[in-house]
């Protein structure tokens, strides 16, 4: 059950982070660019909404399911036996994980509908952009509320830490398939020259205040979860940080990467095709690197803190 367990943590916090990516790259990229009404934007839009409306679906039933291993967990009882309303009841209305999963559940629905209201209507996408942007900040910030930080209540700023934590990477690495889908899409077409130099900037900057969010939240959440260098190295959950740590290095070499190509071979329009391929494949690597950290966050979930409370 543990791995059961492990892979659906991955799923609802990978669709949690792509969902936040994706609203925040349609809202501050494209709804910022001045040529709201180009028609690829609107394919690109259209792409971005479908996406958005599929992570949506994968978020409601990971979290389903979810929510049923831990009813199976905390109640002590198989799988099979945890129908009785009595005992999801108690699970869903009486503890602080319930609590979280009728938030988040009770943001999924109307997620659903103002998505499926966008994909048919397109004028209505800029006016719902905004309010489902807000939905899938508060989406991903309610899961430091279940995690490891919550739980040592000792340190106040550990849910504020895990939160920021979440938004960054929700921004920048939720940000990455968006960014990818928008590099196909121009390299198709010459009449969006000038809007993918100030997107490819416009996100490099972003990601570059990400990953200074990611590492003072990091420094600040490892310090509560492990207390001492001797248990980063000695301890299965320091093994672990220090394996995302190393992840998480490379994701920053690959951003790097992007930004000095950026500055090194200025894009101009008709953008350069040359340089939208080396951009793309860096970003697919940086989105791989993204899933493969998404995994080590959920295994970190379910293994016990260095510093347990």
Request: charge should be positive; include cysteine; charged fraction near 10%.
């Amino acid at each position: 059950m543990v791995t059961t367990l492990i892979i659906t943590r991955a799923v609802q916090i990978a669709a949690s982070i792509l969902i936040a990516g994706i609203f925040t790259f349609d809202f501050v990229m494209l709804g910022l660019t001045g040529q709201s009404e180009s028609n690829d934007l609107h394919e690109i839009e259209r792409r971005l909404f479908r996406l958005a409306f599929w992570s949506l679906i994968a978020a409601l039933l990971s979290a389903l399911l979810w929510f049923w291993l831990e009813v199976a967990s905390m109640s002590g009882l198989p799988l099979k036996n945890t129908f009785s309303a009595s005992v999801w009841g108690t699970v869903l209305f009486e503890t602080q994980f319930g609590q979280v999963w009728q938030l988040r559940l009770g943001l999924i629905a109307p997620a659903f509908v103002l998505v499926a209201s966008a994909l048919a209507q397109v004028k209505a996408r800029r006016a719902l952009i905004v309010v489902l942007w807000l939905i899938s900040v508060v989406l991903l910030i309610s899961l430091a509320w279940i995690s490891h930080a919550a739980a040592a209540t000792v340190h106040p700023f550990g849910v504020s830490g895990d939160m920021l934590h979440l938004c960054a990477a929700g921004f920048w690495i939720g940000g990455l398939v968006p960014l990818t889908i928008f590099l196909a899409r121009v390299r198709a077409s010459f009449s969006l020259g000038e809007t993918v130099v100030r997107v490819v900037r416009r996100f490099s900057t972003l990601s570059l205040c990400c990953v200074s969010v990611l590492v003072v939240s990091g420094i600040s959440n490892s310090w509560l979860l492990v207390g001492s260098i001797h248990a980063l190295f000695t301890t299965r959950y320091g093994q672990l940080l220090l394996f995302k740590l190393a992840l998480f290095a490379i994701l920053v070499v690959f951003g790097a990467r992007n930004r000095f190509l950026v500055k090194a071979k200025p894009l101009k329009a008709p953008a350069d095709r040359n340089v939208l391929s080396q951009l793309r494949r860096n970003v697919l690597c940086e989105a791989y690197l993204g899933v493969a950290v998404v995994a080590l966050v959920a295994c970190l979930g379910v293994t016990p803190p260095a510093r347990h409370p």
